[in-house]
Nanobody, 124 residues
Framework: QVQLVESGGGLVQAGGSLRLSCTVS????????MGWFRQAPGEAREFVARIIWSGRNTVYTDSVKGRFTISRDNAKNTVYLQMNSLKPEDTAIYYC?????????????????WGQGTQVTVSS
C-alpha cells in the first residue's frame, strides 16, 4: 500500500518561511515524479510545483516562482517544498502527490496517490 505523509505546515506571519515534507512508503520513490498542490477554502485545488524522478527538472505555478522551491531526497523517500516570502494568499491545505509510473506529472489526472494534506496559514 502506497502512503504519502506530509508534515511541516503551521501558522506563520507574512514574509516568513516554512518547509513542507512528504515521505513516501510502499513505492520505489526514485522512479516517480512528485507534485505539490494546494486548496484554499472555497477554491478548487491548484497545482503548485512538480519535480521529476531525478530532481533535475522542476516546474512551478507563476504565483510561487522565485519564492517556493521543490526538491527531493531519493535516499530518504522524501520530497520537500521550501516556501519563502509567504503571503496571506498562500494560505491553504497543501497536498503532495505521486505521479503514475512513467508520467512527468504535467496534469492533475496523472497523479494516482495523494497525501492527507497539511494546513498552511499565513497571517497579515
Amino acid at each position: 500500500q502506497v502512503q504519502l505523509v506530509e508534515s511541516g505546515g503551521g501558522l506563520v506571519q507574512a514574509g516568513g518561511s516554512l518547509r513542507l515534507s512528504c515521505t513516501v512508503s510502499g513505492r520505489t520513490f526514485n522512479r516517480y515524479a512528485m507534485g505539490w498542490f494546494r486548496q484554499a477554502p472555497g477554491e478548487a485545488r491548484e497545482f503548485v510545483a512538480r519535480i521529476i524522478w531525478s530532481g533535475r527538472n522542476t516546474v512551478y505555478t507563476d504565483s510561487v516562482k522565485g519564492r517556493f522551491t521543490i526538491s527531493r531526497d531519493n535516499a530518504k523517500n522524501t520530497v520537500y517544498l521550501q516556501m519563502n516570502s509567504l503571503k496571506p494568499e498562500d494560505t491553504a491545505i497543501y497536498y503532495c502527490a505521486s505521479a503514475r509510473f512513467g508520467s512527468i506529472g504535467a496534469f492533475p489526472n496523472e497523479y494516482d496517490v495523494w497525501g492527507q494534506g497539511t494546513q498552511v496559514t499565513v497571517s497579515s
